[in-house]
């Protein structure tokens, strides 16, 4: 079944612990996002990766990191979570656009993992 | 900058009811637009999109048609069920600046719940 898996689905921390959330697919897609998700503000980005070591900022990405050495894993890292990181994380993944002419792919989300940082 | 405006809600229906959640976007280009759906628990789902101008996107009784001239996306469904109790999102496609990544803004969701 073609999938985005995150783990842990819940999780509660206290602030400064080192966390990490993962996100796996096996759709062999070379796109992969992280998002977060709070009330009235809808999803916003927090990095993405267009492929293995290709990473970038999206538009909320202090206090998170990311790494992608495999292409069916993408990680994000908090160093030091902060209360203000507690919130709704979703993982995505699409495949590259076909060159040549522009065409969206669909992009699959993960269940999601929520977050609260005491 | 390029955003998604739509209202909020939560929006409470009979069920059969007709359905409409506004949707606008701000944006430069041409972008494509996308409607969302999230159940309870669940990560978000493609219900549809439009890629142009005056495009129609349809799926599960659902339709939303992409006006360039009133820069609008609205969600459609002529009889809702309480099975569309969900979280409906707004979004928009863009090129992202410096690559060709081309990311997806939200609007902020609407929920809608249905009772029988």
């Known amino acids: 079944e073609a999938q985005v898996t995150q783990n842990p689905r819940y999780l509660i921390t206290v602030t400064g612990k080192k966390l990490t959330v993962t996100c796996s697919q096996n759709?062999?897609?070379?796109?992969m996002s992280w998002y977060r998700q709070d009330p009235g503000l809808g999803l916003r980005q927090i990095y993405y990766?267009?492929?293995?070591?290709?990473?970038d900022k999206g538009d909320v990405p202090e206090g998170y990191k990311v790494s992608r050495k495999e292409k069916r894993n993408f990680p994000l890292i908090l160093e030091s979570p902060s209360p203000n990181q507690t919130s709704l994380y979703f993982c995505?993944?699409?495949?590259?656009?076909?060159?040549?002419?522009?065409?969206?792919?669909?992009?699959?989300f993960g269940p999601g993992t929520r977050l609260t940082v005491l | 900058g390029d955003s998604v405006t739509q209202m909020e809600g939560p929006v409470t229906l009979s069920e059969e009811a007709f359905l409409t959640i506004n949707c606008t976007y701000t944006?430069?280009?041409?972008?494509?637009l996308f409607w969302y759906v999230q159940y309870p628990g669940e990560g978000l789902q493609l219900l549809l999109k439009?890629?142009?101008?005056?495009d129609k996107g349809s799926n599960k009784g659902f339709e939303a048609t992409y006006r360039k001239e009133t820069t609008s996306f609205h969600l459609e469904k002529g009889s809702v069920q309480v099975s569309d109790s969900a979280v409906y999102f707004c979004?928009?496609?863009?090129?992202?600046?410096?690559?060709?990544?081309?990311?997806?803004?939200f609007g902020p969701g609407t929920s809608l719940s249905v009772i029988p």
């Open positions: 995505a993944s699409r495949s590259e656009p076909n060159p040549g002419f522009y065409s969206y792919n669909e992009q699959f």
């Open positions: 759709m062999n897609h070379e796109y």
């Open positions: 990766s267009m492929n293995v070591e290709v990473t």
């Open positions: 944006a430069t280009g041409y972008p494509s």
């Open positions: 439009a890629t142009k101008a005056d």
């Open positions: 979004a928009l496609s863009v090129q992202a600046r410096r690559t060709s990544y081309d990311k997806v803004i």
